[in-house]
């Protein structure tokens, strides 16, 4: 088997790559369709937009450090399990109040802090499982592969619902039907996850409940100035660079005076460089700080050129380079903390890096989003570029001064 797929020979991994490519796409199936309805419900306020992707995200910033504690104590096939039905529940809530004409924007904000609050619980289990599955020398192709997943469902999903959207009339009846389809997907990982042989898995003992877990794992992190510097540089991406979906909803309606089929389109090829660049990261057997620093300082630098772009045409062109950057940045910095990190302390940190990388999202998105409404959707491509440009060059400095600095040396009393 060629060395880029050598994780897919796991049994137990085929399966759960197969739920995971059927969720993700529903996922981002969900993400374009709640977006439009938003803008079909506020008459295209990106501040609007902003409220909404901040309250999705905004449970990974309150409840992250619980939740890879509960990672730690919890069998994770079993918790995957519960949070993807917790994640299908408001779907399909949403999805029937758009359906039935019933839906109000406040509707759209409570649903998504709902669906982000089961997500929450659901990404440090499902970030620190992939090494339960196929152990310490494919994990990092294990994550490249994942991630090529998460967009070969990004190539697919945006596309097929702009045009079911636009099937359906391109008003929100219509991305009610797509968010219900969402919510039927999550049945996909939950029959993969139930179909697993426990036997090989490589799990772990649960953590046992004892004070101060959770600052246990902080500290374990303070003490790591290399996580630290990873988690600075994917914070401040996550906050400031990584809003694609609503800058590209800005940029597509008000910009380029496009429709949801365009809109849907833009997704798509920002993944198509998404996934060349998992392809590529699944290759790669070693991952150093250079690689995730290179990364995130080229994608702020692109997001800045993205900002400028005269049409749609050249702004399609450049959107598969976003991809490409932002998912090598993405999936070096995921592998370089789990292959860095104890064992019994993987759920608790992947927690503290999800909390991090997402929970950003609340503070940026609103910001960005008024930027956009403000100054004009230029201007969240610009802007976010160059915070995230200045943010990685801080964290970078901070790094590299921790290192300079002179250690004590403690002698024997």
């Known amino acids: 088997m060629s060395p880029t797929f050598r994780s897919l020979a796991n049994a137990n991994y085929r399966r759960y790559a197969a739920g995971g490519v059927v969720s993700n796409t529903g ?24 409220i909404t992707t901040g309250l999705q995200f905004l449970p990974f910033l309150l409840f992250a450090p619980f939740a890879g504690l509960v990672a730690d104590r919890m069998p994770k096939r079993r918790l995957l399990q519960l949070t993807n039905v917790g994640m299908a529940v ?43 599955i196929v152990g310490p020398d494919d994990v990092s192709n294990a994550v490249g592969l994942n991630s090529a997943s998460f967009n070969a469902a990004r190539i697919v999903g945006p596309a097929l619902a702009g045009l079911l959207i636009a099937a359906f009339g391109g008003g929100a009846v219509g991305t009610g039907w797509v968010i219900l389809l969402n919510a039927v997907s999550y049945a996909a990982p939950v029959a993969a996850l139930r179909g697993m042989d426990p036997s090989r898995l490589d799990s772990p003992e649960p953590t046992p409940r004892s004070p101060g877990a959770i600052r246990e794992g902080i500290a374990y992190v303070r003490g790591r100035p290399d996580l630290l510097l990873i988690l600075g540089i994917v914070g401040f991406t996550g906050t400031f660079g990584l809003n694609f979906q609503m800058t590209s909803a800005l940029m597509a309606t008000e910009v380029f005076d496009r429709g949801p089929t365009a809109y849907g389109l833009l997704g798509t090829f920002m993944a198509v460089g998404s996934l060349t660049g998992a ?5 790669r057997e070693r991952v150093r700080h250079r690689l995730v620093v290179g990364a995130a300082l080229t994608f702020g ?11 749609y045409a050249v702004y399609a062109a450049i959107v598969p380079l976003l991809g490409l950057t932002a998912l090598t940045m993405i999936t070096s910095a995921n592998a370089f903390m789990q292959l ?10 992947m927690a503290l890096y999800m909390m991090i990388f997402m929970g950003g999202t609340p503070v940026g998105s609103p910001v960005i989003g008024w930027v956009g409404e403000t100054f004009g959707a230029r201007w969240t491509l610009l802007g976010g570029g160059a915070l995230t440009m200045l943010g990685v060059a801080a ?11 002179p250690r004590r040396v403690l002698t024997p009393a």
Do not use: C, K
């Open 90 to 132: 408001p779907a399909a809530l949403l999805g029937v109040l758009t359906v039935t004409g019933a839906v109000q924007v406040w509707h759209v904000y409570v649903l998504a802090f709902v669906l982000g609050t089961a997500a929450a619980f659901d990404a440090p289990a499902r970030q620190s499982f992939v090494s339960e």
């Open 279 to 283: 392809l590529v990261a699944a290759r």
């Open 395 to 405: 964290s970078v400095a901070l790094y590299l001064a921790h290192q300079r600095a």
């Open 340 to 349: 860095h990190t104890a064992p019994g302390m993987r759920g608790r940190v």
């Open 27 to 50: 996922t981002w199936m969900q993400r374009v369709a709640q977006d439009w309805l938003v803008l079909q419900l506020t008459a295209n306020s990106g501040t609007a937009i902003g």
């Open 301 to 311: 630098a692109i997001e800045m050129v993205a900002g400028l772009a005269p049409s």
